[in-house]
């Protein structure tokens, strides 16, 4: 597959990159910043800079174009409100959008677990404007025509991953994951079309993740 990962610096996406590339998918990173081109290289993935906060749908469409599936890691990093919806709402429902345009009909992206209308996080928390935007992007993905996953992770961390999980099929509540774990779950979903249209929550836990996504999937 040809696969384009939006956020292609960000912790997840350059722990992807090599997962994809040693499945012989070639990968395309977009990112902002032309001074990571050589992470993302190294990585084993192409850079393509460009900001997606700032492009229009057409231009997303012409960024997607001649791939098979689309990525979505980028996000805003939490702190500034009104960048947090440009990014992690606006731009991602933008690039849904364009998705359809460009005939791209594999979209996985990445929420985290408790997204929803019932993620219980207070307006008064710095939180919130996170929460509501995956919120708010996750809905219109589920509403669209596109073959769409929406993976929802627990808390992120930098542990070793272990290559195991579980999801909310088998009882998980929020925990945490390690980000190379997530890589690794973004990867098998992509090769399983028995994914579109699932939402998939998960932390660390015993299942081996091609069995666990396999259940899922059936």
Do not use: C, Q
Request: negative net charge.
């Amino acid at each position: 597959m040809r696969i384009l990962v939006i956020g292609g610096h960000g912790k997840v996406a350059r722990l992807l990159h090599p997962v994809l590339t040693t499945r012989g998918h070639e990968v395309t990173a977009v990112i902002r910043n032309p001074d990571h081109a050589a992470d993302v290289e190294a990585d084993g993935a192409t850079a393509l800079v460009a900001d997606v906060e700032a492009l229009g749908t057409a231009d997303i469409a012409e960024l997607l174009r001649g791939h098979d599936a689309v990525v979505w890691s980028a996000g805003a990093g939490g702190g500034n409100p009104g960048r947090t919806y440009a990014v992690d709402r606006d731009a991602a429902v933008r690039t849904m959008e364009a998705a359809a345009v460009a005939g791209v009909d594999r979209f996985v992206s990445v929420s985290y677990f408790g997204a929803g209308p019932d993620h219980g996080v207070p307006e008064g928390d710095p939180f919130f404007a996170y929460a509501d935007a995956k919120t708010a992007a996750d809905a219109h993905l589920a509403g669209t025509d596109l073959a769409w996953t929406i993976l929802r992770p627990s808390r992120l961390t930098d542990d070793p991953g272990t290559g195991s999980i579980e999801t909310s099929r088998t009882g998980a509540t929020k925990g945490a994951v390690p980000r190379a774990d997530v890589a690794l779950v973004i990867a098998e979903t992509l090769e399983r079309p028995g994914l579109a249209g699932a939402v998939v929550e998960f932390n660390s836990g015993p299942v081996p993740v091609a069995d666990e996504l396999d259940a899922a999937a059936g």
